[in-house]
């Protein structure tokens, strides 16, 4: 299983970027998707999740300016950031929670992407 992001770059502040996150491999089913950002010195955060069934939650610092979303469809989370802040700059992480099945045998673990740099100027 792998998990691709892509949409992060440079960006003023005010503006928006809009984050993907693709999952492949060999999966049965996808629970929740997420996204989490590390910034330099600082812990790994929670920024946004989102179950299979459409429910989300945000950290209270992006709330009303970061939508998440997915595409069960194509296996795909999605973050729409705008009103970005300089505050906002970090390493963007996907998370997924995903079942697989391995020889008749079922699986559930948690999987995580790359990375992708997000850096809002003032």
């Known amino acids: 299983v792998q998990l691709v992001e892509s949409g992060g770059g440079l960006v003023q502040a005010g503006g928006s970027l809009r984050l993907s996150c693709a999952a492949s491999?060999?999966?049965?089913?996808?629970?929740?998707m997420g996204w989490y950002r590390q910034a330099p010195g600082k812990r790994r955060e929670l920024v946004a999740a989102?179950?299979?069934?459409?429910?989300?939650n945000y950290a209270d610092s992006v709330k009303g300016r970061f939508t998440i979303s997915r595409d069960n469809a194509k296996n795909t989370v999605y973050l729409q950031m705008n009103s970005l802040k300089p505050e906002d700059t970090a390493v963007y992480y996907c998370?997924?929670?995903?079942?697989?099945?391995?020889?008749?045998?079922?699986?559930?673990?948690?999987?995580w992407g790359q990375g992708t740099q997000v850096t809002v100027s003032s």
């Open positions: 998370n997924a929670r995903i079942r697989t099945l391995v020889a008749g045998l079922q699986y559930e673990n948690d999987y």
């Open positions: 491999g060999s999966i049965r089913s996808i629970n929740a």
């Open positions: 989102i179950t299979s069934g459409g429910n989300t």
